[in-house]
Nanobody, 119 residues
């Protein structure tokens, strides 16, 4: 059974850091592009970052460039999102999802993890 499970969310003060994990089971995550998305209350879902399966190329939302880093550990079948210098506007539920390519539709989603940035 294919499954994606996110973890690592929580409450953090502005300027703090969190590392989100997207662990796959039942399939090889390295064979897919993996994206991180977020959705805040009352706002549309937006893609935060994506990493390709072919060469590990990465994409970032402009507002997170220089603060967030996406990476994959194929041995652990996991993709990470390191989030530094967090801001209150980063507060959202973060989901990971898979796709054949970063610029195609994402068809398999995890349940999400809450990130709250507040003092």
């Amino acid at each position: 059974q294919k499954q994606l499970v996110e973890s690592g969310g929580g409450l953090v003060q502005p300027g703090g850091s969190l590392r989100l994990s997207c662990a796959a089971s039942g399939f090889t995550l390295a064979n897919y592009a993996t994206g991180w998305f977020r959705q805040a209350p009352g706002k549309e879902r937006e893609v935060v970052s994506c990493i390709t399966s072919s060469d590990g190329s990465t994409y970032y939302l402009d507002s997170v460039k220089g603060r967030f880093t996406i990476s994959r550990d194929n041995a652990k079948n996991t993709v990470y999102l390191q989030m530094n210098s967090l801001k209150p506007e980063d507060t959202a539920v973060y989901h990971c999802a898979t796709s054949p390519q970063c610029n195609q539709g994402f068809d398999y989603w995890g349940q999400g993890t809450q990130v709250t940035v507040s003092s």
